[in-house]
């Protein structure tokens, strides 16, 4: 028998498209290094067909974003009887709806912060609840279209009700949670380390920290006591199960422990999609597992399935 054959799905049309094209190509090098046999798709709205035509044993997913991380792709791939990677039709569209993975979260025991889903429009010059607080749109990544609302400002940014928005009209509106930045993979159905991100001088982790060279530092394993650094492995499991992740996926929190050890603890959000580069989060984690990205990447593939 020859090499597996081994589609990997990148690109796509959603805001997080260059970061989608740097996922795939690492995941594509790295699943040649290990031997498959590796087809690129910059996927567009064609790509039933595409794949049709090109009958790979599996898809590896590496978009990020609407469209490939909410369901969509993974119903096209349930419909074609193509094994994939990552999380299935479910998981993925909740875990792509902040307000609605909330819901399940907090159901399941995690602390969430304090907060609602509304529309933009209502926002308005009020504060919809009292600042600081933080407008986020439910179904995007990489910190897009997220606007923090400082104690001192008199009434919420404009950008959020005008025309300039582009990030949908339901918003998540949440209490700012101050405190330290940790993030926690899930491989196998087992936490990897957790991680602390550290942004750079007076910024929160958006984008260019996410992604821009010197954007901010990770540290692996996160200085913690034994008893949060626990809790966070826990919770990450919980997240993980209850929204009914499979493969990777990777649970970021915010622990304010300005006043005391315990703190504050709050899970933010999942990622049934991490970043997937050799310096991103979670191979990052799995590399201080002895985990090398090919291998992450090529269990990735062996793990893959269809009815996910």
Request: charge should be negative.
């Amino acid at each position: 028998m020859g090499a597996k054959h081994v589609a990997v799905l990148m690109g796509g049309f959603s805001s997080e498209r260059p970061v989608s094209l740097s996922s795939g190509n690492a995941c594509a090098a790295a699943l040649e290094e290990a031997g498959y046999r590796v087809t690129r798709v910059d996927v567009s709205r064609n790509v039933a067909e595409v794949l049709s035509e090109l009958r790979p044993d599996v898809v590896f997913n590496a978009l990020h974003g609407p469209f490939g991380e909410d369901g969509t792709i993974q119903g096209i791939l349930e419909y074609l009887s193509i094994p994939y990677t990552h999380s299935g039709v479910l998981a993925s569209a909740l875990a792509m709806d902040k307000a609605q993975a909330k819901k399940v979260a907090a159901a399941a025991g995690i602390p969430v912060a304090f907060g609602k889903a509304m529309s933009r429009f209502e926002i308005g010059n009020e504060h919809p609840i009292a600042p600081p607080y933080v407008v986020k749109p439910v179904r995007e990544g990489s910190s897009f279209g997220v606007v923090i609302v400082k104690e001192d400002q008199s009434h919420p940014p404009q950008i959020i009700g005008s025309s300039e928005w582009r990030y949908g009209d339901v918003v998540m509106v949440e209490k700012y949670i101050a405190g330290r930045e940790l993030t926690c993979g899930v491989m196998n159905g087992k936490a990897l380390d957790v991680t602390e991100v550290i942004a750079k001088a007076n910024s929160f982790y958006d984008f260019d920290s996410k992604y821009a060279a010197g954007g901010s530092s990770h540290v692996i394993p996160a200085q913690l006591s034994p008893n949060i650094y626990q809790r966070i492995q826990e919770l990450a499991v919980r997240a993980h199960e209850s929204i009914g992740c499979r493969g990777v996926s990777r649970s970021d929190f915010r622990y304010d422990d300005r006043f005391s050890e315990d703190g504050e603890l709050i899970w933010l959000e999942i990622n049934t999609q991490p970043g997937m580069t050799p310096t991103s989060l979670v191979p990052e984690m799995a590399a201080h597992a002895g985990i090398s990205f090919s291998e992450l990447c090529s269990w990735m593939v062996e793990d893959a399935s269809c009815s996910r």
